[in-house]
């Protein structure tokens, strides 16, 4: 690398609208990870539709048109009757302003130990319990969803108030579109099986809302285009950006790249008990 060519990278303009636009992020979870527990109680929030959010009952909506398309080809046992009942026809036609959300409900398995599931969605008017099990993380086993399955079954089945109620089952997964064919299989089909792609319907009505100077919106966005993996306006122009700046300053990128090598090599080596 020449020194000029560093020099060009430096008055590059590209470089200093780059460096304007990394430092403006307007996202929370950027510069934060969330825990499982924080991570359900977020997306608790964003399906009561009943929260600040001004989204009302549409992320339920969005979800349960998700889980619809997810398994009612393939999802057998009590799945496939919500789902004859729950299309996205009935689903957007629906008001769910009376469903709520519970977090950690404790249950007991068919061997008397207590079991923990991550959410439930609940509504008394339509008279339906979704179960969803975030995964955060963990890895997933089909006989671990069985023993849910049976446990959720048995504690809600007998149980009279509950009597004409209907019943899904839904694994929330951020990396599924990981999973091979053979595993998804072995994970049986009385779950509908989703990643968090559904949440960008949200992200984009929120940025909408925005103009609006709502800050639940700007929560609601932020978590929900973090979970999506959901590219922004903004971050698609950063992403723009810095190939350009790659492609033009090749020399430039290549050293600086080295330097860093080198410096993370140091450090490593510093580090207490190496050396």
């Known amino acids: 690398m020449e020194m000029q060519e560093f020099y060009d990278f430096l008055m590059d303009d590209r470089l200093l609208e780059l460096r304007e636009k990394l430092r403006t992020s307007d996202n929370i979870f950027d510069v934060i990870n969330l825990t499982e527990n924080q991570n359900s109680s977020m997306l608790a929030w964003c399906l009561n539709p ?3 959010h001004c989204q009302g009952d549409a992320v339920i909506k969005d ?3 998700a ?6 080809e ?4 009590a799945n496939k009757k919500f789902f004859a009942k729950w299309t996205p026809g009935s689903i957007q036609s629906t008001s769910f302003g009376s469903a709520f959300m519970t977090r950690e ?3 007991s398995d068919s061997e008397g130990s207590k079991r923990r599931l991550d959410l439930f969605l609940i509504d008394p008017k339509n008279k339906f319990i979704v179960t969803i099990e975030n995964k955060v993380g963990a890895e997933l086993s089909g006989a671990q969803l069985d023993d849910y399955y049976k446990a959720v079954q048995s504690t809600f089945s007998n149980k009279t108030v509950f009597k004409d109620y209907g019943f899904a089952y839904v694994v929330l997964d951020k990396k599924l579109e990981t999973y091979s ?3 998804l299989v072995k994970l049986g089909d009385k779950w509908a099986l989703l990643s968090y792609q559904w949440l960008e319907q949200a992200a984009r009505r929120a940025r909408l809302q925005l103009q609006n100077n709502n800050a639940a919106a700007q929560l609601l966005m932020a978590y929900c285009q ?4 959901w590219q922004d306006p903004n971050e698609k122009h950063i992403s723009e950006l810095s190939a350009q700046l790659a492609a033009q300053h090749e020399s430039v990128i290549d050293r600086l790249s080295q330097l860093k090598k080198i410096k993370t090599d140091r450090l490593e080596t510093d580090a207490p008990g190496r050396g």
Do not use: R
Request: charge should be neutral; avoid cysteine.
């Open 105 to 107: 409900f404790s249950i």
């Open 63 to 65: 979800f349960l048109t």
């Open 67 to 72: 889980a619809y398309q997810a398994g009612y």
């Open 181 to 183: 064919e053979e595993k």
């Open 74 to 77: 393939t999802n057998k046992s």
């Open 226 to 229: 973090k979970q999506a993996q």
């Open 50 to 52: 009943n929260e600040g």
